[in-house]
Nanobody, 115 residues
Framework: QVQLVESGGGYVQPGGSLRLSCVASGLPFRDSWLYWVRQAPGKDIEWVSSIFAGDQSTWYEKGVKGRFTTSTDNAKNTLYLQMDSLRLEDTAVYYC????????RGKGTLVTVSS
């Protein structure tokens, strides 16, 4: 059974940074595509980034490209999302997921960007 457990969310002012983590179990981590998705209040789930753990190939939604960086520590089965230059519109619950649509995801961690 796959388990995805996110952490690292919190409150931050615009322009600030946060680093999210996701510990994964029950899947072949090194051979997996892993995703960050988010859901802002009142909106649908939105894809944020993708990474293939085996070679660190990454893809980003255009609105976060250059501000967010996803990576993995394969020895720890952990996925990261480094978020810099945060904006008000980045406020959302962030989930790590097995699929780009976020249908198989963890319970999420809340990121609030506010002045």
């Amino acid at each position: 059974q796959v388990q995805l457990v996110e952490s690292g969310g919190g409150y931050v002012q615009p322009g600030g940074s946060l680093r999210l983590s996701c510990v994964a179990s029950g899947l072949p981590f090194r051979d997996s595509w892993l995703y960050w998705v988010r859901q802002a209040p009142g909106k649908d789930i939105e894809w944020v980034s993708s990474i293939f753990a085996g070679d660190q190939s990454t893809w980003y939604e255009k609105g976060v490209k250059g501000r967010f960086t996803t990576s993995t520590d394969n020895a720890k089965n952990t996925l990261y999302l480094q978020m810099d230059s945060l904006r008000l519109e980045d406020t959302a619950v962030y989930y790590c997921a097995e699929d780009r649509q976020g249908t198989r995801r963890g319970k999420g961690t809340l990121v609030t960007v506010s002045s």
